[in-house]
């Protein structure tokens, strides 16, 4: 497991990250920034913009073609690819698509992260329910994710996401395919998470949206940080 480092006050930093894919297209190049522990930080930018690079790199999913990327002060460039699994127990990962086992049930969906790590079978179903209660879902835990609409749904990955206490959760468009009020449902269930101290870094479009919420955004143009107002994708009115 890598543990954090006693003098970083960053979960997460970027520094003069470059990534380039096969066939020579730079998708990031020079970015800097940096995640406070406890921050819910937003990416936004155009497709191609290069948002869902720098969630890859973060899940040691790609890695940096230049640049630094660190965790708790570490270096990622420096764990070796057996060690990767461990490093990915320390995120939480929410997906557009929701990327729930259809044929699970939503106890077993979300049950899963803690199978991985061998928890006995009274702390998974303690910590299974705990989860589904924080999300709104407790009594669905025999539903296949069929049944559900796509807020819960997206509601089931996010428990998912918390059961195993994360200390940092990466979304990919975590609204993208909900009508605007189970958007907004779900960034204030983010926002519950964010105040009981977890981090987040959360790739979107929905720029109205977070402007409301009023957490800190990195607008990308290129895989560069733009200075430049990116234009709303979204028109969403919180109450």
């Not at 800097?32 to 973060?58: H, I, Q």
């Not at 928890?119 to 209660?133: G, I, Q």
């Not at 998912?160 to 990466?170: E, F, G, H, K």
Request: proline fraction near 5%; hydrophobic fraction near 45%.
């Amino acid at each position: 497991m890598i543990k954090p480092a006693a003098t970083s006050e960053h979960i997460l930093e970027f520094r003069d990250v470059g990534c380039r894919y096969k066939g020579g297209v730079d998708v990031l190049n020079g970015l800097d920034f940096k995640l406070a522990r406890g921050e819910m930080l937003f990416l936004t930018g155009p497709s191609g913009a290069g948002k869902s690079t720098v969630l890859r790199l973060a899940a040691m999913q790609l890695r940096a073609t230049r640049g630094q990327v660190l965790m708790n002060g570490k270096d990622l460039a420096g764990v070796r690819p057996g060690k990767v699994p461990a490093h990915r127990r320390e995120l939480g990962m929410i997906f557009q698509d929701f990327q729930l086992l259809h044929d699970r049930s939503v106890f077993d969906n979300i049950a899963l992260p803690l199978v991985i790590r061998g928890l006995s079978h009274t702390d998974l179903a303690r910590r299974v329910r705990a989860a589904l209660d924080a999300v709104g879902l407790l009594g669905r835990e025999k539903s296949l994710p069929r049944t559900l609409s796509g807020g819960e749904q997206q509601r089931a990955g996010i428990a998912r996401a918390i059961v195993a206490r994360p200390q940092l959760i990466l979304a990919d468009e975590p609204t993208g395919n909900l009508d605007p009020r189970m958007a907004l449902d779900v960034m204030r269930l983010f926002e519950r998470f964010n105040e009981a101290g977890v981090s987040f870094l959360i790739a979107t479009h929905a720029i109205d949206l977070i402007e409301q919420l009023g957490h800190r955004a990195i607008h990308l143009e290129a895989g560069r940080e733009s200075q430049a107002r990116p234009e709303a994708a979204s028109r969403l009115t919180a109450p």
